[in-house]
């Protein structure tokens, strides 16, 4: 018998696992795109034209364009739970950071970090769900 067998939830703790991965979802959905609709406020909080602003959007979609093939490596090497929780977390801070920078390159950076870190939730959304039925 195989010493590793997934584990099957039930009642509260089925329903707790589903809302965190719908919440991750929506988070890091509503991430990508929010941008798009805050563009115009983020260039005149940090001074910057239209071209400058954008690279705001990019990098966040270049930093996620990257991570997704390592994902599956990665959750190998951290385990697919922990690498999951890491990103959700370090997602969670950077938005924070996005949201206190004060120049554009700041926001860039911080940017570039939030989404490398969302490429598990875009990668593998359904899995803890999957797991835990």
Same mark, same amino acid.
């Given at each position: 018998m195989d010493a590793r067998q997934d584990v099957v939830e039930f009642g509260t703790r089925r329903m707790l696992i589903v809302?965190?991965?719908m919440a991750a979802t929506?988070?890091?959905?509503l991430d990508s795109t929010i941008t798009n609709v805050a563009l115009p406020t983020i260039q005149g909080n940090v001074g910057a034209g239209q071209q400058e602003?954008? $690279?705001v959007i990019t990098a966040y979609t270049i930093a996620a364009i990257v991570v997704i093939p390592l994902t599956p490596w990665l959750q190998d090497r951290f385990g697919r739970r922990s690498y999951y929780v890491a990103s959700i977390a370090g997602f969670t801070l950077a938005?924070?950071?996005c949201?206190?920078?004060a120049s554009l390159g700041?926001?860039?950076? $911080?940017?570039?970090i939030?989404?490398?870190l969302p490429a598990t939730v875009q990668y593998e959304n359904d899995a803890p769900i999957l797991a835990s039925h």
């Open positions: 809302a965190a991965v929506l988070m890091q959905t602003a954008t $690279w938005s924070v950071m949201g206190m920078s700041t926001l860039t950076f $911080w940017r570039i939030q989404g490398r």
